[in-house]
């Protein structure tokens, strides 16, 4: 069960980020290219100038970039720690030599309180992805992205 989750999980994380792309990451990427094809353009430019140029193009996009994976690595780690309280909850729990009915009592606990923690994190997705649509329409945000 806990497996079905952890797929549900990353389908649902691949939707959202699917989302963000079509909605703002690949018209930054369009952008940004063209940006740098017209910094090419440029034969009054040295190498030098023109590569600076192409990076300031790309900063946008990376900055973008960051916050989305900063945000989504946030979302992953508050599981972790949610799961991890679970697994520390049924330690506390555990006798020392369990029978395999105990055993098997533990595991079930586990797996349910997992996938309380799952459900939880997963319905909080539309609201991250409303709040990172936003940020993101303000501008792409600078590399100090907010935690």
Do not use: W
């Amino acid at each position: 069960m806990v497996e079905q989750q952890k797929r549900r999980l990353e389908h649902l994380m691949s939707e959202l980020v699917d989302d963000l792309d079509r909605s703002h990451l690949r018209k930054m990427q369009g952008d940004m290219h063209r940006c740098a094809a017209r910094c090419c353009d440029n034969t009054s430019y040295s190498l030098d100038k023109t590569h600076a140029c192409i990076e300031n193009c790309s900063t946008p996009l990376n900055n973008a970039n960051n916050y989305v994976q900063s945000e989504l690595t946030h979302l992953q780690n508050r599981l972790q720690r949610c799961v991890m309280q679970c697994n520390d909850e049924i330690r506390e729990i555990m006798e020392i030599n369990p029978t395999q009915q105990q055993a098997d009592r533990y595991t079930a606990k586990f797996e349910d309180c997992a996938v309380k923690c799952v459900d939880k994190h997963v319905d909080s997705m539309p609201k991250l992805l409303q709040t990172m649509k936003s940020v993101l329409m303000k501008g792409p945000p600078t590399s100090s992205v907010p935690s």
